[in-house]
């Protein structure tokens, strides 16, 4: 392995494996170096939770096998966490190593953040980020017969309907007054709470300790209330890591603050994904890691993209109930909005899922405008409403 690369790419999300190939697809030479601390090849984290946590092999979720790697002429460090990156050297330490390059790019991500809970430190209390992490979670679930998941987020619920599949007793725990606040509205999110009846849900709960004696046993909430536990889940929200950009000296505000070309504060260092800010705004998706990539490296390999729009849109898929929403679905107080309710029968379904019979459609306007929807039950719809809301969205961005 060399020890000057051309290009250096600080993780392997899916923002650092969409900047390493779109660094080859525009400069064919340049030598390149992911850098990772887990231990796999760029996997769709997503499909952790979107996929059956008992019988499904997770290695599947590895996007391109090693000879694609090699095929690209992409050297990769796995297992092998940053210690330090040096603007003014451009140089980066791991492992007892140290890189030179020419242009880096920063996409570390972001890591789950744990509420200072009483209890959350102890080893029965997990949370989903990484394939260890859904190991360490088939192998508690095994013998369990009751778990507590502490946040109702779309990772929360698709966990949790996940768990019930062991046999497990799975409670559900929100502190807001609905479920999947970020993204749904009132009304969905109570027809969301209603049809779930696999597992236990409650909203609007102070959680206070993780308790047991010797091992987790039970959540307790500060009203008093008790759910048995074997162990806890938590899933609520991530906080970008920007520790290694911020002691380099790159300008950061929550995250790695970044412009429409993806640069970073210092020359040369461009970001992208979970770990990076544009205009204050970072929604830690898919998509922002996909468009936030391509910028990232076609800019560092000499081309000049400003970043695509990034898609909001969320799905959550269990076997009681499916839901979609895109877009603004009425969340900003300063805005009034008009809804339209549309209720779909798609009987070409009948028979299949009865889930999938019905759509009930949401659609939310502003001053004329659609801004976003929400979709419940069968989610046909939800490609074309995506494009549609998205369509907007560009023709105000190139104004
Ligand atoms: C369970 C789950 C379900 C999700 N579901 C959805 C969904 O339905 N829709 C959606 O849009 N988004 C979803 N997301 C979010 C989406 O997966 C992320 O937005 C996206 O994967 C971010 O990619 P990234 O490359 O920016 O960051 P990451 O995927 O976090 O990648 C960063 C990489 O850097 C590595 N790293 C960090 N620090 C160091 C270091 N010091 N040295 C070396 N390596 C380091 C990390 O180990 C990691 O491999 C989900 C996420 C999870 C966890």
């Given at each position: 392995?060399?020890?000057?690369?051309?290009?250096?790419?600080?993780?392997?999300?899916?923002?650092?494996?969409?900047?390493?190939?779109?660094?080859?697809?525009?400069?064919?030479?340049?030598?390149?170096?992911?850098?990772?601390?887990?231990?796999?090849?760029?996997?769709?984290?997503?499909?952790?939770?979107?996929?059956?946590?008992?019988?499904?092999?997770?290695?599947?979720?590895?996007?391109?096998?090693?000879?694609?790697?090699?095929?690209?002429?992409?050297?990769?460090?796995?297992?092998?966490?940053?210690?330090?990156?040096?603007?003014?050297?451009?140089?980066?330490?791991?492992?007892?190593?140290?890189?030179?390059?020419?242009?880096?790019?920063?996409?570390?991500?972001?890591?789950?953040?744990?509420?200072?809970?009483?209890?959350?430190?102890?080893?029965?209390?997990?949370?989903?980020?990484?394939?260890?992490?859904?190991?360490?979670?088939?192998?508690?679930?095994?013998?369990?017969?009751?778990?507590?998941?502490?946040?109702?987020?779309?990772?929360?619920?698709?966990?949790?309907?996940?768990?019930?599949?062991?046999?497990?007793?799975?409670?559900?725990?929100?502190?807001?007054?609905?479920?999947?606040?970020?993204?749904?509205?009132?009304?969905?999110?109570?027809?969301?709470?209603?049809?779930?009846?696999?597992?236990?849900?409650?909203?609007?709960?102070?959680?206070?300790?993780?308790?047991?004696?010797?091992?987790?046993?039970?959540?307790?909430?500060?009203?008093?209330?008790?759910?048995?536990?074997?162990?806890?889940?938590?899933?609520?929200?991530?906080?970008?890591?920007?520790?290694?950009?911020?002691?380099?000296?790159?300008?950061?505000?929550?995250?790695?603050?970044?412009?429409?070309?993806?640069r970073t504060s210092a020359p040369d260092v461009y970001a992208c994904g979970d770990c990076c800010e544009y205009n204050g705004a970072n929604y830690a998706l898919?998509?922002?890691?996909?468009?936030?990539?391509?910028?990232?490296?076609?800019?560092?390999a000499g081309d000049r993209v400003s970043m695509g729009v990034i898609d909001s849109s969320m799905t959550l898929n269990t076997d009681e109930i499916s839901i979609?929403?895109?877009?603004?679905?009425?969340?900003?107080?300063?805005?009034?909005?008009?809804?339209?309710?549309?209720?779909?029968?798609?009987?070409?379904?009948?028979?299949?899922?009865?889930?999938?019979?019905?759509?009930?459609?949401?659609?939310?306007?502003?001053?004329?405008?659609?801004?976003?929807?929400?979709?419940?039950?069968?989610?046909?719809?939800?490609?074309?409403?995506?494009?549609?809301?998205?369509?907007?969205?560009?023709?105000?961005?190139?104004?």
């Amino acid at each position: 392995m060399n020890n000057h690369y051309r290009y250096i790419v600080l993780g392997n999300g899916n923002a650092g494996f969409i900047a390493a190939k779109s660094i080859r697809e525009t400069d064919p030479e340049g030598s390149i170096l992911i850098i990772s601390e887990e231990a796999e090849l760029t996997y769709s984290r997503p499909m952790l939770t979107k996929t059956p946590l008992r019988t499904y092999d997770h290695r599947k979720t590895i996007l391109y096998p090693e000879s694609w790697y090699r095929e690209a002429r992409i050297d990769v460090l796995l297992n092998t966490a940053v210690e330090r990156l040096d603007t003014d050297s451009k140089t980066v330490r791991c492992g007892g190593q140290e890189f030179r390059y020419d242009k880096c790019i920063y996409a570390l991500g972001a890591s789950n953040f744990i509420p200072p809970i009483k209890g959350s430190d102890r080893k029965e209390v997990t949370s989903i980020r990484t394939f260890d992490d859904i190991y360490s979670l088939k192998r508690m679930s095994v013998d369990a017969e009751n778990a507590v998941v502490i946040g109702g987020g779309v990772i929360g619920l698709e966990t949790a309907a996940e768990l019930t599949k062991y046999g497990i007793q799975v409670v559900v725990l929100e502190a807001l007054p609905v479920l999947m606040p970020r993204l749904l509205d009132e009304d969905t999110a109570n027809t969301l709470q209603n049809t779930i009846q696999s597992f236990e849900i409650y909203t609007n709960v102070a959680v206070q300790e993780i308790a047991g004696d010797g091992r987790v046993e039970r959540v307790v909430l500060a009203d008093g209330r008790e759910f048995p536990a074997d162990f806890v889940v938590v899933s609520t929200g991530v906080r970008a890591n920007t520790g290694i950009a911020a002691e380099a000296g790159i300008e950061c505000g929550r995250a790695v603050i970044i412009d429409e070309f993806a640069r970073t504060s210092a020359p040369d260092v461009y970001a992208c994904g979970d770990c990076c800010e544009y205009n204050g705004a970072n929604y830690a998706l898919w998509s922002q890691a996909t468009e936030q990539g391509i910028a990232a490296g076609k800019n560092a390999a000499g081309d000049r993209v400003s970043m695509g729009v990034i898609d909001s849109s969320m799905t959550l898929n269990t076997d009681e109930i499916s839901i979609f929403a895109t877009g603004d679905t009425g969340k900003n107080p300063e805005l009034v909005y008009e809804t339209e309710i549309t209720d779909n029968m798609h009987p070409e379904h009948y028979g299949v899922n009865p889930k999938y019979l019905q759509s009930y459609e949401k659609r939310f306007y502003v001053d004329g405008k659609l801004v976003g929807a929400t979709i419940i039950g069968n989610l046909t719809r939800a490609q074309g409403l995506k494009e549609e809301i998205l369509g907007i969205n560009r023709e105000g961005v190139s104004k």
